[in-house]
């Protein structure tokens, strides 16, 4: 497939792009192809142990496979590596809410608000819930 050869050309010109493991994983996800967007996102952060957007991800990716324990692995490890990652503490918070672990969730939230305060993103997501 065209785009498949075009991500694998970009990953040629800087292997370690986390943008291009993001993008070709998200891509591959809206293929359907759960199992390829783990691998790219697993290679990515092997390549960038410090990106807590790509453990993000595979935590999101994860939850829509029903493995919530993986998912949960995958936040706790993004947050190991950037604890005031906001996206990682409310993609965490809405999985446990949806899985109906309410007092978790609200947990979660409120580590995302001590995380950054100050965070536009934070009255955001507080008031559209």
């Known amino acids: 497939m065209c785009f498949r050869y075009l991500f694998k050309r970009s990953l040629e010109a800087n292997p370690r792009s986390r943008y291009a493991h993001l993008a070709w994983s998200m891509w591959e996800r809206q293929q359907g192809n759960t199992r390829g967007c783990l691998q790219l996102l697993a290679r990515g952060s092997s390549l960038n142990p410090a990106d807590p957007a790509l453990y993000q991800a595979r935590g999101i990716v994860e939850k829509e496979a029903g493995r919530y324990d993986e998912a949960r692995t995958a936040f706790k490890q993004g947050l190991k590596v950037d604890a005031s990652h906001l996206h990682l503490w409310q993609a965490w918070g809405v999985m446990e ?5 309410y007092d978790e969730a609200r947990r979660l939230f409120q580590e995302g608000v001590w995380a ?3 965070s536009k993103d934070v009255v955001s ?3 559209a819930s």
């Open 97 to 101: 809410y949806q899985l109906g672990q």
């Open 125 to 127: 997501y507080a008031t």
């Open 116 to 118: 950054d305060p100050g």
